[in-house]
């Protein structure tokens, strides 16, 4: 918005600041509410009031917002329009002003939340159950139902679920099981609550503990054994078959005869013994 020398303006800006008041140049800029809650589709004032200025010159805000000598008023809010907004007052060029931060917090009842969880899962694993909702404000807390029982934030304070080992994040809709029991076969719920309208509750979905495959990893070995047998078999079988045998190419066996002399006359010959190679 422009400004003229001489003339005192009223602004309002949506910000991220810090909620605060302050006075500069002998002149204050306070609210009676420093957070405004209001249902969504409603009207919201959000209050902005002035000491040491004159008349500041009201204007419009997209058609939705009215603004007056005590701050602007919304026709109707949306969820959009959740957030902080500041006020401030200057004169004389900017020279003086004065400011104050209003938070506006549009209450909408949470949804139906949406959960993944498993139908089944091996018992000593890790294992993530997961909640959610989109539309809540301000944002939900959750909870989760075992079976229809709330189940409390430590397990181990409660006799019901004493034998389980799991985290709740509240915030976050997360349960986590660390590690998963035989305990923790059952049916599962979540809920979304923010304390406007009714807490909303989701499906109910079935979760079975499993004991590990042991009979699977029993016959895997077996398999892997017998495979293993039947390669070392194999290779005997060859080398008993001589398959492994080689001859050096473009050689000739020889054969060596050996003859043990043998004593005889003069002038007599006789058959001796002898052996090939």
Known sequence: MAERDGQRHLLFFFTAATLYCSALGGVTVYTSQQQVKVDENQPATLHCSYVGFSSPRPASYEGRVVFSQTGISFHSVTRKDSGLYTCMVTEN????????????????????????IPSSATIGNRVVLTCSEEDGSPPPQYQWFKDGIL????????????????????????????????????????????????AKTSEIVRMEAAEPNVGG??????????????????????????????????TTSKKVIYSQPSARSDGEFRQTSSFLV
């Open 217 to 250: 990893i029993v016959a895997a070995v077996i398999v892997a054994l017998i495979l293993l047998g039947l390669l070392i078999f194999g290779v005997w079988f060859a080398y008993s078959r001589g398959y492994f045998s080689r001859t050096s190419k473009g």
């Open 93 to 116: 060029g900017g020279r003086e002003y004065g400011e104050i931060t209003v938070e506006l917090l549009v209450l909408v009842p949470p949804s139906k939340p949406t959960v993944s």
């Open 151 to 198: 189940m409390p934030l430590d397990p181990k304070k409660t006799r019901a679920f004493i034998n389980s080992s799991y985290t709740i994040d509240s915030k976050t809709g997360e349960l986590v099981f660390e590690p998963l029991s035989a305990f923790d076969t059952g049916e599962y719920s979540c809920q979304a609550y923010n304390g406007v309208g009714n």
